[in-house]
């Protein structure tokens, strides 16, 4: 369902953590038009409030879990309009601390990314749950796999 790449209208503030997002900067996180988050929103599938302006307003924690229980993977073997960037925005959606490390899941469209880091570092950077966070991705060593053939 939740499919593409993040749509560059979006703007986003990385110095703080949003708790708070507006149907655009739900629907850039989800990879979906903003008709498609109004609808969701209408259907009682994600829940959402009006601000002081009537503009709808979706709580972080609620966006990272509906994105986490509706991420499909992409499918492989299709072609594909654009390459992946090593910069990839989304919603933290889970974080597991113990006493020295922290496990931080991300979704950023389609894409679930998992990173290992201290639990200093997790704690300084103030990730929990629905906050927006930006993964780069930077690695010297790729695995390609193909589809089974038959």
């Known amino acids: 369902m939740l499919r593409g ?5 979006a703007r986003w503030d990385y110095g703080r953590p949003m708790t708070q997002f507006r149907v655009t900067e739900a629907a850039a996180l989800l990879g979906v038009s903003d008709d498609t988050v109004r609808r969701w929103i209408d259907a009682g599938r994600l829940p959402a409030t009006r601000d002081g302006g ?3 307003s979706v709580r972080g924690a609620d ?4 994105a986490r229980e509706h991420a499909t993977a992409p499918e492989v073997g299709g072609r594909s309009t654009s390459s992946a960037r090593n910069r990839l925005p989304g919603l ?4 597991v601390r113990d006493g020295v490390m922290a496990q931080v899941e991300m979704q ?3 894409f679930r990314l998992v990173s290992l880091m201290s639990r200093e570092a997790a704690d300084e950077l103030g990730l929990e749950p629905g906050v927006l966070a930006v993964a780069s991705v930077k690695s010297t060593n790729v695995v390609i796999e ?3 053939r038959r």
């Open 5 to 9: 790449r993040v749509p560059r209208k």
């Open 54 to 56: 009537g503009r709808w």
């Open 63 to 66: 966006l990272a879990e509906f």
């Open 92 to 95: 933290v959606t889970r974080v």
């Open 108 to 110: 950023a469209g389609p």
């Open 146 to 148: 193909t589809p089974t």
